[in-house]
Each structure stands twice: as structure tokens, then as C-alpha cells.
């Protein structure tokens, strides 16, 4: 597609509900990434995705978290048993792989995020 | 691991006036620098970048920033400030000894008074 595109763009949850959130990259971008926005925050880095090899999960902040990336395009983020301190905007961004060069080498596109509210 | 910092919560400036956002950061290797916009209820859009070469880089919207490896800063500048301009600015940086993971300051949050 043109753009990034994530949904749903807005979720309300009960506690203890499982979410799923959604991202379809650029086509031809091999990397995806997952941040996290809080209200009035900066970006968490959550999990970084790179073609076929093993994803990056160092940012995910507990086991409740948890993404796949299926045929190396769309991914998917889980989060289990939510908590209300989950409540925040879920932003992926993708970007043409590592050794690709030209002006669009290491910029980030974002999708416009998924606001979580989980009550 | 690398690290941002912007100092700046809120920084205020007249329209006309020039304009400065300060980030500076933190890496074992080289630094791949960046600047992005987050416009009211809109996603994060790219700005410029620093990879390699001139230390001042231009990018959309007049914006550009100077690299300085002594001050390991990345200040974000615009000669005259728009109305248009207020927006959340975020810097970040990659390091390459660390992979392809790109850190994000706490952002500045920039508004231009008419």
C-alpha cells in the first residue's frame, strides 16, 4: 500500500481482555517495528521484526506481550490479560532493510497508530 | 546502549523568529541521527536525517539540523518559525554497534505564537 496503515485505530478494552492489534507495512519494506506511546510520553521501542530473521523483543515489557510477523509483511501485536497501564497509542513503523541504500535508507514510516484504553 | 535526551519539555517562540529544538545523545559507534514531527492527532512523520557527510542537514519544510560530534548533539533549526510549526518534535538516534534499533527522545513540544 502507499502508506502504513494499523488497526483498529481505536480499542476499548476491560481488564484482564486479550487485544490484538494489527499493522500492514509498505509493500517492499523488510522491517517493521512496534513502539508504544504513553499520554505526554515518548516512544518505547516494543519489538523490531527484519525480513526472516528472528525478531527483536528486548523492548516488550512482560510476557502478556508478544508479536508475529507473518510471510514477512503483516504483523500482528498481542497483548494478553490487559492491564490498565497498557492504555496507550501503539504506533508500527516500517522501513527499507539494513544494506539498503538511497534516500529512503534508515527512515521510519509510520502508520497514523492504535489508541488502547483499557478500563 | 544509545540514549537521547532533549532537554526541553516545551519550547516557545514568535512567529519570525528562528527556532531551535536541542537533542543530544549517547553512542558506543557511530550515530545515525534523525528528527521527526508529530503534528496534532496525525502519526510521526520523517524530517531529515544525519548518516554521514555534512554536518548540516536540510530537510522538509526548512527545517535543518547540524551534527556535532564533540557536542554529541543533533539541534534541530529553522530560520523563521510558522504558526504551522507547533508540533511534538522527536529526535532519535541508531547506533550501528547495536542493530537496527532506533531510540526516541521524550520529544519537545514546540509552539509558535502569532
Known amino acids: 500500500g502507499a502508506g502504513v496503515s494499523q488497526s483498529p485505530s481505536n480499542k476499548v478494552t ?10 500492514d507495512p509498505i509493500s517492499g519494506h523488510t522491517a517493521l517495528y512496534w513502539y508504544r506511546q504513553s499520554l505526554g510520553q515518548g516512544l518505547e521501542f516494543l519489538i523490531y521484526f527484519q525480513g526472516n530473521s528472528a525478531p527483536d523483543k528486548s523492548g516488550l515489557p512482560s510476557d502478556r506481550f508478544s508479536a508475529e510477523r507473518t510471510g514477512g509483511s503483516v504483523s500482528t501485536l498481542t497483548i494478553q ?3 490498565q497501564e497498557d492504555s496507550a497509542v501503539y504506533l508500527c513503523a516500517s522501513s527499507l532493510g539494513p544494506g539498503r541504500g538511497g534516500s529512503g535508507a534508515n527512515v521510519l514510516t509510520f502508520g497514523a497508530g492504535s489508541r488502547l484504553t483499557v478500563l | 546502549a544509545q540514549s537521547v535526551a532533549q532537554p526541553e519539555d516545551q519550547v516557545n517562540v514568535a512567529e519570525g523568529n528562528p527556532l531551535t529544538v536541542k537533542c543530544t545523545y549517547s553512542v558506543s559507534g557511530n550515530p545515525y541521527l534523525f528528527w521527526y514531527v508529530q503534528y496534532p492527532n496525525r502519526g510521526l512523520q520523517f524530517l531529515l536525517k544525519y548518516i554521514t557527510g555534512d554536518n548540516l542537514v536540510k530537510g522538509s519544510y526548512g527545517f535543518e539540523a547540524e551534527f556535532n560530534k564533540s557536542q554529541t548533539s543533533f539541534h ?3 530560520p523563521s518559525a510558522l504558526v504551522s510549526d ?3 518534535y522527536f529526535c532519535a538516534v541508531r547506533d550501528d554497534n547495536y542493530g537496527q534499533n532506533f531510540v526516541f527522545g521524550p520529544g519537545t513540544r514546540l509552539s509558535v505564537l502569532p
Open chain 2, 76 to 78: 534541530l533549526k529553522k
Open chain 2, 86 to 88: 507547533s508540533a511534538l
Open chain 1, 81 to 83: 490479560r490487559t492491564q
Open chain 1, 14 to 23: 476491560e481488564k484482564g481482555k486479550d487485544v490484538e492489534l494489527r499493522c
